[in-house]
T-cell receptor
Framework: AQSVSQHNHHVILSEAASLELGCNYS??????LFWYVQYPGQHLQLLLK??????LVKGIKGFEAEFIKSKFSFNLRKPSVQWSDTAEYFC????????????FGAGTRLAVHP | EAGVAQSPRYKIIEKRQSVAFWCNPI?????LYWYQQILGQGPKLLIQ????????DSQLPKDRFSAERLKGVDSTLKIQPAKLEDSAVYLC???????????FGEGSWLTVV
């Protein structure tokens, strides 16, 4: 069965620190990959996505993610975090197969301190 | 562009009672999803509709959960009878078609006491 693993459940950083959140998935075929963000009290929003092409994907608010097929990974990065990045981050995988079934990881809760 | 609308936003019920959630997807989106998000976990797909047909309900507890999407637009998710472990946020989402980005509503928070 397809699954998504996020390595860190809680991350605490100071402003201006660099961020990397790990995501690994288990599926051997073609995948579409997503990072969603949920700010406190708000709904899930798309941060960035990878369907094909350049494996380094840039999203909103300075976030980027790199798809490494050989490692089944899609890690999220940001060079310098801000207090406003405090949120929960979810990695998700769509393994295709005709219907758009999105499988989520358990999420990483990020707290950024001023 | 209006987003995915859900109601009610919050509901508290006693165990063994029933509850229904409503969802209106983004206009023109053929695919509608209901996800369950338990505190501390990622969203789990309960049911997926393509227009008004079900394409995946493999993780829907069919003894107590039901969902319908009449006329291929709005959808309702019902729980009867509710259990304590049903306490969660129920997220409705939609996408234009298979393979496209999925957009989420704000969720309906359910507490079963």
């Amino acid at each position: 069965a397809q699954s998504v693993s996020q390595h860190n459940h809680h991350v605490i950083l100071s402003e201006a620190a660099s961020l990397e959140l790990g995501c690994n998935y288990s599926y051997g075929g073609t995948v579409n990959l997503f990072w969603y963000v949920q700010y406190p009290g708000q709904h899930l929003q798309l941060l960035l996505k990878y369907f094909s092409g350049d494996p380094l994907v840039k999203g909103i608010k300075g976030f980027e993610a790199e798809f490494i097929k050989s490692k089944f990974s899609f890690n999220l990065r940001k060079p310098s975090v801000q207090w406003s990045d405090t949120a929960e981050y979810f990695c998700a995988v769509n393994a295709g197969g005709g219907y758009n079934k999105l499988i989520f990881g358990a999420g990483t809760r990020l707290a950024v301190h001023p | 562009e209006a987003g995915v609308a859900q109601s009610p936003r919050y509901k508290i019920i006693e165990k063994r009672q029933s509850v229904a959630f409503w969802c209106n997807p983004i206009s023109g989106h053929a695919t509608l999803y209901w996800y369950q998000q338990i505190l501390g976990q990622g969203p789990k797909l309960l049911i997926q509709f393509q227009n008004n047909g079900v394409v995946d309900d493999s993780q829907l507890p069919k003894d107590r959960f039901s969902a319908e999407r009449l006329k291929g637009v709005d959808s309702t998710l019902k729980i009867q009878p509710a259990k304590l472990e049903d306490s969660a946020v129920y997220l409705c989402a939609s996408s234009f078609e298979s393979g496209n980005t999925i957009y989420f509503g704000e969720g309906s928070w359910l507490t079963v006491v």
